[in-house]
């Protein structure tokens, strides 16, 4: 079985930064395209970035310039360092991973259980 754990979340003030890291692991063959996504109270969750394996990056106009997303394959891990942050950043952050399985034929994509992250003063 495939896990992913989010870590790094918490609570920063306007203009603070925070690094968050989704660590996944398990039987897993290759990964393929990785995200963040974000959930902020009373809205729909959204897209913040998406990379894929060889480094290719996409942002959401609401955190261009501000976010960036990275990963490390030798460790199955992604980050998503977050400065300059506002409080229209505060969201629950969610991991997400396309991930080929050791012995499955297609890939299936995964979801980190969230970290919160709160801007404020």
């Known amino acids: 079985q495939v896990q992913l754990v989010e870590s790094g979340g918490g609570l920063v003030q306007p203009g603070g930064s925070l690094r968050l890291s989704c660590a996944a692991s398990?039987?897993?063959?290759?990964?393929?395209?990785m995200g963040w996504y974000r959930q902020a109270p009373g809205k729909q969750r959204e897209l913040v970035a998406t990379?894929?394996?060889?480094?290719?990056?996409n942002y959401a106009d609401s955190v261009k310039g501000r976010f960036t997303i990275s990963r490390d394959n030798a460790k199955n891990t992604l980050y998503l360092q977050m400065n300059s942050l506002k409080p229209e950043d505060t969201a629950v952050y969610y991991c997400?991973?396309?991930?080929?399985?050791?012995?499955?034929?297609?890939?299936?994509?995964?979801w980190g259980q969230g970290t919160q992250v709160t801007v404020s003063s």
């Open positions: 997400n991973a396309d991930i080929l399985r050791i012995g499955i034929s297609s890939s299936y994509y995964y």
């Open positions: 398990g039987s897993i063959f290759s990964i393929n395209a």
């Open positions: 990379i894929t394996r060889r480094g290719s990056t």
